[in-house]
């Protein structure tokens, strides 16, 4: 069954550094999301991207934050300077249908990311 | 806005015996409804989910949930529960027009063998 994978499991960085987290979706799917969970709390929408660009976003995706997706099979996500705040889980995740919210979204098993 | 309400943080059960985990939702209007679980070191995985119809969904392994416009809730269930669902269990909503889901903060479900 195919699954969205992403890459590393775990990142470790120092505050002021960029990132960058890698998701590869499943092939077919039209709609890519990142996901993110800060520990002990909820896990929290940051942005969704559909043909080429950003279809919407939250508040918490500021100018330090871009997505992506720079050969037709990665989504990537890219914090410029990273700060303490941003350590937390990141989850990418993919939607097979366009035009619909309501298709089920697929996740990855998440990147770790821990700013010291 | 929308939000999502799950009230149980921790539920401890023995094996056989039955689940609910609440969850509530704040928007009155046309909602879809998920359940995700996450086993440990493992991905967000679907349970179950509601669109419209039938308000008792059925999802995989056993587990059941039943929307509930009135009381804008949308509570998981399952009669006998096995060790093996031991995970954290999260109630979601699809909060926007491109489909981003609004979640819960998730309940942690141990359940002793």
């Known amino acids: 069954e195919p699954e969205v994978t992403q890459t590393p499991s775990h990142q470790v960085t120092q505050m002021g550094q960029e990132v960058i987290l890698r998701c590869v979706p499943i092939?077919?799917?039209?709609?890519f999301y990142w996901y993110r969970q800060i520990l002990g709390q909820k896990v929290e929408f940051l942005v969704s991207f559909y043909n080429n660009e950003i279809s919407e976003k939250s508040e918490i995706f500021d100018d330090q934050f871009s997505v992506e997706r720079p050969d037709g099979s990665n989504f990537t996500l890219k914090i410029r300077s990273t700060k303490l705040e941003d350590s937390a889980m990141y989850f990418c995740?993919?939607?097979?249908?366009?035009?619909?919210?309501?298709?089920?979204?697929?996740f990855g098993p998440g990147t770790r990311l821990t700013v010291t | 806005a929308q939000s999502v309400s799950q009230h149980n943080h921790h539920v401890i059960l023995s094996e056989a015996a039955s689940l609910e985990l609440g969850c509530n939702y704040s928007?009155?209007?046309?909602?879809?409804l998920f359940w995700y679980v996450q086993y440990p070191g493992q991905h967000l995985q679907l349970l179950l989910k509601?669109?419209?119809?039938?308000?008792l969904v059925k999802g995989i392994k056993g587990f059941e949930a039943e929307f509930i416009k009135s009381k804008f809730s949308f509570n998981l269930r399952k009669p006998s529960v096995q060790w093996s669902d031991t995970a954290e269990y999260f109630c979601?909503?699809?909060?926007?027009?491109?489909?981003?889901?609004?979640f819960g903060k998730g309940t942690k479900l141990s359940v002793k063998p």
């Open positions: 995740a993919s939607r097979p249908l366009a035009g619909n919210p309501k298709g089920e979204q697929y």
């Open positions: 092939s077919n799917h039209l709609y």
């Open positions: 509601y669109f419209s119809g039938d308000p």
């Open positions: 979601a909503v699809v909060g926007g027009s491109q489909g981003n889901l609004i």
């Open positions: 928007y009155g209007g046309t909602v879809n």
